[in-house]
């Protein structure tokens, strides 16, 4: 690969440049803050920058957020200390899903077999009930199916059937889910 010669393809930022220098100067430092860990406030911040996020969201400290506008957040969901949101694409989480300690959920990459080593993107889809247990990776153009989980420290590289229980790298399904105890999708 030839760095000199890298290229973007047509990739941008998704939002005007003013927009994203608020973010990076202000907004991102506010989210990810440990010496304000009030959850609501964080998500009015995320709010004002264009997330779409729902009710009873609870976000600890050291998050990180590339860009607001690219995320969607269900109800009743979890997001962990120190979790990347790398969302060069959409992410969107659904409802009641925890993600863990140290999660990071990787939307681009780039492509090797250049030598123009070209940015690749791809929108990342966790559906509810889903669960990444610490230091759990996903790729890009990842779909987590409801109600999985994925067990600390694994990669995630492929999309994962619903009511699975996935470790390893990369993460192969370990056995099912019970899912007797789990409440009734919402309507």
């Known amino acids: 690969m030839r760095l000199d010669r890298y290229d973007k393809g047509t990739y ?8 994203w220098v608020l973010w990076y100067f202000l907004g991102d430092r506010l989210v990810r803050s ?7 406030f964080k998500v ?3 709010r004002r920058f264009g997330a779409q996020i729902g009710r009873q969201v609870r976000l600890k400290n050291g998050i990180r957020v590339k860009f607001p506008w690219r995320l969607t957040v269900g109800d009743r969901t979890w997001i962990g200390e120190g979790v990347w949101i790398d969302n ?4 969107t989480i659904g409802s ?7 999660a990071y959920l990787c939307t ?9 080593f070209r940015l690749r993107t791809a929108p990342i889809c966790l ?6 247990a610490a230091k759990t990776t996903v790729a890009p153009g990842v779909t987590i199916g409801r109600g999985a989980v ?14 699975t229980i996935y470790g390893g790298h990369p993460a192969i399904a370990l056995k099912p889910r019970p899912q007797e105890h789990m409440p009734p999708a919402e309507p």
């Open 34 to 40: 440990d010496w304000l860990p009030f959850s609501g």
């Open 108 to 116: 681009g990459n780039h492509d090797w077999s250049r030598e123009d």
């Open 88 to 91: 060069l694409a959409p992410v």
């Open 127 to 132: 559906e509810d009930q889903v669960w990444l």
């Open 44 to 46: 009015w911040v995320l």
């Open 12 to 19: 941008t930022i998704g939002a005007p440049l003013w927009q």
């Open 96 to 102: 009641d899903v925890c993600l863990s300690q140290g």
């Open 150 to 163: 994925v067990v600390l420290g694994s990669t995630v590289l492929r999309s994962l059937e619903p009511w």
